[in-house]
C-alpha cells in the first residue's frame, strides 16, 4: 500500500493598519475575513494551529523567529493587508512598523528553497523616490458522498499542494507599482474582499462544477471586481504562477450557503 505523506502547510497573516496619522480601519476587518474564509471547508479546511497572525507592530525580528522556528514546511499561505509602497530595486514593500519593512526577496531568503509559497498582498505600492473552468482539479459525487465533508476538502486541497514545485512563490497584489490600494471600513480592502466574494459566489453557483479552483482564475473575476471598485484606479496583477501550476484557493464539493 502507498504511504502519501502529510502536507505541513502554515497560514500567516500580516498587517499594519499604521497610526492615528494614517489609520487603515478595514485592515482589522480583513484580518477577521481571512481568518473564518481558512477555517472554512471551502478555503481549504485549515486548522487553527496552522493559522498565525502576526502581532501588531510586527518586527522583521519576529519574523525571523517565526520562520527559524517552523520546521518543516511545504506550502505557506501569507497574506499581507495594511501600508505598503514600491522600491525600485526591491519591488513590492510590506510596511510591518513606521522603520520597518520587508519586501518578496528577504521572505524567499527566510522561507528557502523546499517550501511552495503564495504571497496574497492588499496594500498600496506607491513609488518611492483564465477562462471560467480555470479548474485545477475536477471531482464529480455519488449522491451519498453530497454533504461537505471537511476531511475531503483538505485532502482534495493537498492534493493539489503536492503537485507544486519546491521553491515556487507566487504573488497575488491588489495594485501595480505606481498605484494606491482603497479600502473600506466596513468589507476592508477591495483586492481581499473581492478575492473572497468571488470565492463565495463559486461555491454557491450551480454553474461551476465541483473540484478545486486555483488562485490564478479567482484572480482574474476578482481583479475585474476590484477594477469597478476603485473606478480603474487599482489594476491587481498576479506573478510566479503557469495556468497548469498553481496554488489552489477554494475546494468545491456542492453548492451550499455560506456564511
Partial sequence: MKIISAVRRKALIIHNSGDASNFLKGVSVDIANIGRFLLSDYGGAWEDNEITVAPDNSTAEWFENYFRNAGL????????????????????????????????????????????????????????????????????????DLETDRAKCRKLYNDVLRKLPKGMFVTASSVSPGEEAAENSKFGGYYIHSLLQTAKDIV???????????????????????????????????????????????VKLRPEKLI
Fill in 73 to 144: 514546511v511545504d506550502y505557506y499561505l501569507i497574506f499581507y493587508t495594511g501600508h505598503g509602497s514600491y522600491d525600485e530595486e526591491k519591488g513590492p514593500v510590506y510596511w510591518l512598523n513606521h522603520n520597518e519593512g520587508i519586501y518578496n526577496a528577504w521572505l524567499q531568503d527566510r522561507i528557502g528553497e523546499n517550501a511552495t509559497t503564495m504571497l496574497i498582498s492588499d496594500s498600496c505600492q506607491v513609488i518611492e523616490e483564465l477562462e471560467k473552468g480555470g479548474i485545477l482539479e475536477s471531482r464529480t459525487f455519488s449522491a451519498v
Fill in 204 to 250: 454557491q453557483n450551480q454553474e461551476y462544477q465541483n473540484g478545486v479552483y486555483g488562485i490564478g482564475y479567482i484572480h482574474s473575476l476578482a481583479a475585474e471586481q476590484v477594477e469597478q471598485l476603485s473606478a480603474g484606479k487599482q489594476t491587481p496583477y498576479i506573478e510566479g504562477y503557469t495556468r497548469s501550476s498553481q496554488p489552489p484557493f477554494i
